[in-house]
């Protein structure tokens, strides 16, 4: 079945520092990627998505690029900001006909931005 | 505010309760979700309601019971509860149930936060 995988955090960094958390992905076909966002005390947020390899999903400064031959959605920012501390989960859509709309997550991945 | 809203925020109970979770969208959707939220493990799609029907059920203890009397509103109703289903309990929404993904996107309500004692 459909699975993802984040890198495990905690990840602490620094205010202005450069953010990458790694997603890879095993999923039949050509699935759309997606990452969501959860500040404290909220639900998931869409953060970006991508639909097709090649493709790179951005939104508030973050990128991530569908790279189909490595089954990677690596989210990346250049400059984090004390507000970007929250969770962040990747997630995968299936074929529409086979999955509906299942989204299938990663187990999410804490990030701390400290001044 | 996604649009999406939970009631209580926080619940305690004992293994002994019934209590009942709500979530009411107000994007006018036609799919509504549950999802459980533990610690350090993915997201657990529990139940999908599409146009106020189940399609979704993903083997989810009969202690769980999903009721979606309208497009609007979607409610989890609890009993004899154990320990470990205490979690978060996410409400989303979407368009539809399999619409094409450019329109299909799930929007989450805040959450209620369960504690079974």
């Known amino acids: 079945g459909d699975s993802v995988t984040q890198m495990e955090g905690p990840v602490t960094l620094s205010e202005e520092a450069f953010l990458t958390i790694n997603c890879t992905y095993t999923?039949?076909?050509?699935?759309?990627l997606f990452w969501y966002v959860q500040y404290p005390g909220e639900g998931l947020q869409l953060l970006l998505k991508?639909?097709?390899?090649?493709d790179k999903g951005s939104n508030k400064g973050f990128e991530a690029t569908y790279r189909k031959e490595t089954t990677s959605f690596h989210l990346e920012k250049g400059s984090v900001q004390v507000s970007d501390s929250a969770v962040y989960f990747c997630?995968?859509?299936?074929?529409?006909?086979?999955?509906?709309?299942?989204?299938?997550f990663g187990e999410g991945t804490q990030l701390t931005v400290n001044p | 505010e996604t649009g999406v809203t939970q009631t209580p925020r926080h619940l305690v109970m004992g293994m002994t309760n019934k209590k009942s979770l709500k979530c009411e969208q107000h994007?006018?959707?036609?799919?509504m979700y549950w999802y459980k939220q533990s610690a350090k493990k993915p997201l657990e799609l529990m139940f999908v309601?599409?146009?106020?029907?189940?399609?979704e059920n993903n083997s989810v203890p009969s202690r769980f019971s999903p009721e979606c009397p309208n497009s609007s509103h979607l409610f989890l109703h609890l009993h004899t509860l154990q320990p470990e289903d205490s979690a978060l309990y996410l409400c989303?929404?979407?368009?539809?149930?399999?619409?094409?993904?450019?329109?299909?996107?799930?929007?989450f309500g805040p959450g209620t936060r369960l504690t079974v004692l």
């Open positions: 994007l006018g959707h036609n799919a």
């Open positions: 991508a639909t097709k390899a090649d």
């Open positions: 997630a995968l859509r299936g074929p529409t006909e086979t999955s509906g709309s299942r989204l299938t």
């Open positions: 989303a929404s979407s368009q539809e149930w399999g619409g094409a993904s450019s329109y299909n996107e799930q929007f």
């Open positions: 309601y599409n146009f106020k029907e189940q399609t």
């Open positions: 999923a039949t076909g050509y699935p759309s």
